[in-house]
């Protein structure tokens, strides 16, 4: 009897790639806690969240929208301390991400990033990171709908994305991971990676 050989990945975007991720910045769907004050006035905490073209609005503070995507938490709290300048002395502003809950809904997305699940899953897409930085493979499938009754499990491809922009494959065996208790093989993701769960065909 001829092995069962992977078929070739059919339907891959390539547009979606592995991309290098520098870091947890703010972008639309992350969450955040503001904490706004004075030397003399007690601080006012504030729960935001930016809207899908990357700005806040602060209710009652800031009349406009305040444009925060892609900034790190020190840059907005400095932007916010030069705004609140102009009309209070010596404010006093913290910022930070509030902690990250996938029950609040869709619209809402971890500022550690994401990897993108493709191929043979319930339910392709993005994958959030956790604040722990801890996403095996195995763990991104589960949260993708667990792949599909014709999925390789053998030849689950991890693209990754260096700083200097050189793309790398990894392949993952989930039977190995699974049946043959390999736990050391279950490959720890990073935002912006991209996995690819081909089909096998018989």
Not at 34 to 41: D, F, R, S, V
Not at 58 to 73: R, S, Y
Not at 114 to 130: F, L, S, W
Request: hydrophobic share 40%; net charge neutral; glycine share 8%.
């Amino acid at each position: 009897m001829d092995a069962v050989l992977p078929r070739e990945p059919r339907q891959v975007d390539s547009a979606v790639v592995a991309t290098w991720w520098d870091g947890p910045r703010i972008r639309p769907g992350v969450a955040l806690v503001l904490q706004i004050g004075t030397a003399t006035q007690p601080p006012v905490n504030i729960n935001t969240l930016v809207d899908q073209s990357g700005n806040i609005t602060i209710p009652l503070l800031l009349q406009e929208p305040v444009a925060c995507d892609g900034l790190t938490l020190e840059a907005l709290r400095a932007k916010l301390t030069k705004e609140y300048s102009k009309y209070y002395r010596q404010p006093q502003i913290s910022v930070t991400f509030a902690p990250f809950d996938a029950s609040r809904g869709s619209g809402v997305v971890s500022p550690w990033g994401t990897v993108t699940v493709m191929g043979e899953v319930a339910n392709p897409g993005p994958v959030n990171i956790p604040s722990t930085m801890e996403l095996p493979v195995t763990k991104a499938l589960q949260l993708a709908g667990g792949v599909k009754p014709f999925a390789d499990k053998e030849h689950v491809r991890v693209s990754r994305c260096d700083r200097d922009g050189r793309q790398t494959r990894t392949i993952v065996d989930l039977n190995e991971i699974g049946q043959d208790g390999r736990v050391d093989k279950d490959m720890i993701l990073r935002a912006g990676d991209v996995v690819w769960v081909p089909e096998t065909w018989y």
